[in-house]
């Protein structure tokens, strides 16, 4: 339906006696046209909110200074104040307060941060939006001036209403609002909420005994396994509540309801929503490690997962250090205690959320010491390690390292938020103009995906001169994210300074460079220097000290480790494998260097020996795209397996996981694979152990 449509629908609910439909059409029509002054007016008479009609009418004023006089409008024969008679435009005076804009989540800066999802093979794929960034604190525990960002527009006006209606109507019933930066405009517009017990790092003493869990004899559990599976992750959640009420002391039910609350935040438009189901998560996966042993890698992993989701809440760099930091402590948890994961699959994380941290050498080293385990130049590159360590070139400055892993990643996966990483990193090393042409192109070509891409084009548009256009990406882009620092208020900050307002220019500079991802080096300190130049200093803002966390017990010195793994390249074999009773090892293969694919044709293991009979082992091969491993029936020799796809990764990685099930020591003689493909160029290519 078009707006004048729902201004249809809407001002016949209202006069039926029909509020809350009425409120809810008219919303979508201030969203589907922002300008649509009698919907802003009917609005104006319908809430009951005081600053909800203010600002209501305030835009009704705004768009036509004589609309009211000619209605009878409530609010103002109630004498509401005039209001002026011109909408801001980005750069106005800080000294107003500013609307938030409608809170589509930020999209990962790195494609394969947790919870890891297929990647798509289509060209200009957009990657699955997840770290967000909220509206900034309301209240802070420092001496930074409680001020908002600029008002951007009269677009965000309409969005920030569907916003409050839909907010209201969607947010889980019992989420933990955690404070915010700057205050809002208008307050009432952000949902209050109940708080909820602060989630704690370490399980609570008082928490029932490990019990045995087994989820198999449960029916609405494998429903809502079901679900999941499915994609259909809001509705598992409602199952897994039902499944924790028969048995509160199931600590995989509690995991499975985390886990489902976290994919569940995949694309969520809305802050409260994806708030409170990242809080959910971390007060669920203390209850499954209090609940369990507490030796289960996977419940430490999600819970690196779910800070990490969480750090798309705040502006503020030292509130998202301090959840970064928390995710980084979990993360290296993970890696020192069995989990369902290959070895490889999950030690990215930790090079990655160092990156976050600024801790930009730490991380280099640790992502070439993976690189070179793995193969390095000898091997095929694996496009999230290439994404890794183009982040930690651009944070370092190197930013023609940067673009060239950026070019082996974009050449396997070209997802836009991988172009948009690049045309960063072009931006910076002095090449605005191809920066810009790369903008374009990701922005035409995936019209859906993050508003932060239009702040850099704001960026390069103001430094040109071209100040109108700059306004226009602003106001774009803060209508796809819910971001609304670093290069937003910086960009404003310029046009501030080029109008001579030296006051809002330099607020808004240090909005700029408090907000601004540690990840993002470079642009930190050039804020820093022009600050430094202006004879000013930066905030010095107090961290956040909400979710509570402390820090995780030291394991014992006895404790299960992970399943030890072997890498071998594709065109290679194992050669002999001994396994004792019992034993585990995990096979990573990856392909060689001139590899490259399109599509897998076909995938078969080989498993070679001098034994007869059935093999006394078991096999299971790595889905990536479900995380999950899947149990192979196989026989000495060849086995061919089906639905091959799935079992190979993005960068054409498989991995291999073999128990050995017999009472005494079992020897191999190796094990291979064997895999077709199909290129980008349309011919096959076989690979194979055999070609040793």
């Known amino acids: 339906m078009n707006a004048e449509t729902y201004l249809d629908k809407g001002v016949a609910a209202a006069r039926r006696g029909d509020k809350a439909s009425a409120t809810r059409y008219l919303a979508e029509a201030v969203r589907a046209d922002p300008k649509l002054v009698e919907a802003w007016w009917w609005l104006a008479n319908l809430l009951e909110d005081e600053e909800q009609r203010r600002f209501c009418l305030q835009r009704v004023h705004a768009l036509d200074p004589n609309f009211a006089l ?77 001020r908002g960002l600029a008002l951007v527009g009269i677009v965000m006006a309409g969005v920030l209403l569907v916003g409050l209606v839909l907010i209201l109507a969607l947010a ?24 909820s017990p602060h989630p704690s790092s370490t399980p609570q003493d008082a928490v029932p ?26 509705e598992a959640v409602a199952v897994w509540d039902r499944v924790i009420e028969q048995d509160p002391a199931s600590h995989a039910a509690y995991y499975h309801r985390a886990l489902s609350n976290l994919e569940a935040t995949a694309g969520e438009t809305f802050l409260e929503v994806y708030r409170s189901r990242a809080l959910q998560a971390i007060e669920d996966l203390d209850l499954a490690i209090a609940l369990s042993d507490g030796f289960n890698g996977d419940y430490f992993g999600r819970r690196a997962g779910a800070f990490e989701i969480l750090a798309g809440v705040p502006d503020v760099r030292v509130d998202l250090q301090r959840l970064y930091a ?38 280099m080293e640790l992502a070439s010491h993976l690189n070179a385990e793995r193969g390095g130049d000898g091997v095929a590159p694996s496009v999230g390690l290439e994404v890794i360590l183009g982040d930690l070139g651009l944070c370092l400055g190197d ?43 990701i922005i035409s070509a995936c019209p859906s995906f993050a508003g932060y891409r239009y702040y850099l084009r704001a960026l390069i548009n103001q430094e040109r001169g071209a100040t109108e256009l700059a306004q226009s990406d602003l106001l774009l882009g ?10 937003l208020p910086y960009v404003q900050s310029l046009i501030a300074f080029d109008q001579g307002d030296r006051v809002q220019g330099l607020e808004l500079l240090r909005q ?70 019992g034993e585990i090892l995990d096979i990573y293969v990856v392909p060689p260097r001139e590899f490259t694919f399109d599509e897998v044709i076909s995938l078969t293991l080989h498993l070679i020996s001098d034994e007869l009979g059935s093999p006394p082992l078991t ?56 895999m077709t493909v199909r290129t980008k160029g349309g011919s096959y290519v076989g690979y194979s152990y055999l070609d040793e």
């Not at 019992?174 to 708080?195: C, H, I």
């Not at 639905?643 to 190796?670: F, I, K, W």
């Open 478 to 487: 803060s209508l796809n994210t819910w971001d609304q620092g670093g290069l």
């Open 399 to 441: 930013f023609r390292a940067a673009i060239a892993h950026y070019n082996l990643a974009i050449d396997r996966d070209p997802q836009c938020v991988l172009r948009y990483r690049r045309a960063e990193a072009r931006y910076l090393m002095g090449d605005p103009p191809e920066a810009h042409l790369e903008l374009n192109t």
């Open 172 to 195: 889980p019933a019992s989420p933990r609002a955690a404070p915010v930066a700057f205050p809002t405009l208008p307050p009432a517009w952000t949902q209050t909420v109940e708080p």
């Open 619 to 674: 096999v299971q091969i790595y889905r990536s795209r479900d995380r999950r491993w899947e149990r192979v029936e196989v026989v000495w020799g060849e086995n061919k397996l089906a639905d091959e796809d799935p079992l190979v990764n993005t960068s054409g990685d498989v991995y291999l996981r073999l128990q050995s099930l017999g009472p005494e020591a079992m020897v191999l003689s190796s094990v291979g694979l064997a």
């Open 209 to 234: 005994p490990a019990t045995p869990d087994l989820l198999q004899g449960s029916e609405q559990a494998a429903l809502a396994l079901d679900l999941m599976e499915e994609g259909k992750y809001v």
């Open 70 to 146: 000619t209605r009878s409008s409530p609010q103002r024969e109630a004498g509401i104040p005039p209001v002026a008679s011109t909408p801001p435009i980005p750069g106005e005076s800080l000294s107003s307060q500013s609307s938030p804009s409608s809170p589509s989540p930020r999209p990962m800066r790195e494609w394969d941060r947790f919870p890891t999802n297929p990647q798509s093979k289509a060209k200009l794929s957009p990657a699955a939006p997840r770290m967000t960034r909220s509206q900034p604190h309301e209240t802070r525990r420092s001496a930074i001036p409680v």
């Open 326 to 363: 928390i995710a980084l402590e979990n993360a290296e948890r993970e890696l020192q205690l069995p989990g369902t994961a290959p070895l490889y699959s999950v030690v990215r994380s930790v090079p990655r959320l160092l990156t976050r941290l600024g801790r930009c050498e730490e991380g």
């Open 512 to 581: 700029s460079e408090m907000t601004m991802d540690g990840g993002e080096r470079p642009l930190v300190e050039r804020f820093q220097r022009e600050l430094a130049e202006l004879g000013e200093e930066p905030y010095r803002p107090t961290p956040d000290p909400l979710p509570e966390a402390t820090p995780l017990a030291p394991l014992p010195e006895v404790h299960p480790t992970r399943v030890p793994m072997r890498t071998i390249l594709l065109t290679d074999g194992t050669g002999p494998v001994e396994l004792a009773p």
